[in-house]
């Protein structure tokens, strides 16, 4: 059974750092990417960032390239998503999300099929 659980989320302060982690369960990271997402209140959710099954290469958005990192290790089954320089605006509930690949269209949300329950992060100013 295919699950994701998503962990390390907090209140940190502007410039601080958190560690998002995504354990994942009934399937392997050889052959699902990885997707990151966040939606703030009001917002549509919105790709991070996302780690390509095999070669774990990685895209990011614009709004986070330079600050977050993800990486992965196959045999935790988890998923890393390493978040420096935050900003208020990172606020948001972070999800992780499986999918086939890493896409044109990785950072839309239909395109990954099993979900985590989100984990929150709160940047203050």
């Known amino acids: 059974q295919f699950q994701l659980v998503e962990s390390g989320g907090g209140l940190v302060q502007s410039g601080g750092s958190l560690r998002l982690s995504c354990a994942a369960s009934g399937f392997t990271l050889d052959y699902y990417a990885i997707g990151w997402f966040r939606q703030a209140p009001g917002k549509e959710r919105e790709g991070v960032s996302c780690i390509s099954p095999r070669d774990g290469s990685t895209l990011y958005a614009d709004s986070v390239k330079a600050r977050f990192t993800a990486s992965k290790d196959n045999d935790k089954i988890t998923v890393y998503l390493q978040m420096n320089s935050l900003k208020p605006g990172d606020t948001a509930v972070y999800y992780c999300?499986?999918?086939?690949?890493?896409?044109?269209?990785?950072?839309?949300?239909?395109?990954?099929?099993?979900w985590g329950q989100g984990t929150q992060v709160t940047v203050s100013s």
């Open positions: 999300a499986a999918g086939l690949t890493c896409g044109s269209n990785w950072y839309k949300a239909p395109f990954f099929g099993s």
